[in-house]
């Protein structure tokens, strides 16, 4: 958790609100990827970036190597995106290694 | 149909005893990680390998061993486990090399006894 450090550490949202989360490395990453951990423990892939910036759905995300800091925005959160968000970098630029975040644990309240 | 299945499951394991993770894929990539989560914390690699019959340590390999038989398998290996062994373990495939996302298994919840 010290060399990628996400905030906040828990959120709550109302159903239809716009939130942003956010990690900050203290390391040179080369690329970041985003996961969301559901209540039943699955790993789902939400982003692969290089620095720059991806949008799927109500969700985008941006990567910005140089000031060593990564996004993901949701916007008109829905119940089923609760969970936890998990940002993890790659440093090595060869082998695929990742080092996580400790996580924002979303809830989306009704 | 899942491309990284991990067997098994749950598993009860009692202290000093032998434990065997194993993961299979079907996305044909060269990387295969092990990583493990401890309760309210982020994931940290256990150990990871490129290539059949080859395996390299991660961030945290101590009281682990692993093996790679073939592309597709790729086990974890506790000879002793210890009570601080407790965990979720996640199995995960990438193609390394800055080309692309991992993909995780389901997890095996281990409980050491």
């Known amino acids: 958790g010290d060399k990628v450090k996400q905030s906040p550490s828990a959120l709550s949202l109302q159903e239809g609100t716009n939130s942003a989360l956010r990690c900050n490395f203290s390391i040179a990453a080369t690329t970041v990827q985003w996961f969301l951990q559901n209540p039943r423990g699955s790993l789902i892939n939400l982003f692969y970036l290089v620095p720059g910036t991806k949008e799927n759905g109500r969700l985008k995300s941006a990567f910005d190597s140089k000031e060593s800091y990564s996004t993901l925005h949701i916007r008109d959160a829905q119940l089923e995106d609760s969970g936890t968000y998990f940002c993890a970098a790659d440093i090595t630029g060869n082998t695929g290694k990742l080092i996580f975040g400790l996580g924002t644990t979303l809830q989306v309240q009704p | 149909e899942a491309a990284v299945t991990q067997s098994p499951r749950s598993k009860v394991a009692v202290t000093g005893g032998k434990v065997t993770l194993s993961c299979h894929q079907t996305n044909n990539h060269d990387y295969m990680y092990w990583y493990r989560q401890d309760t309210g914390h982020g994931l940290r690699l256990i150990h990871y390998?490129?290539?059949?019959?080859?395996?390299e340590k991660g961030d945290i390999p101590d009281g682990y061993k692993a093996s790679r038989p073939s592309q597709e398998n790729f086990s974890l290996i506790l000879e002793l486990a210890s009570l601080s062994q407790t965990a979720v373990y996640f199995c995960a495939t990438g193609l390394g090399a800055n080309t692309g996302q991992l993909y995780f298994g389901e997890g095996s919840k281990l409980t050491v006894l």
């Open positions: 390998s490129y290539v059949a019959d080859s395996t």
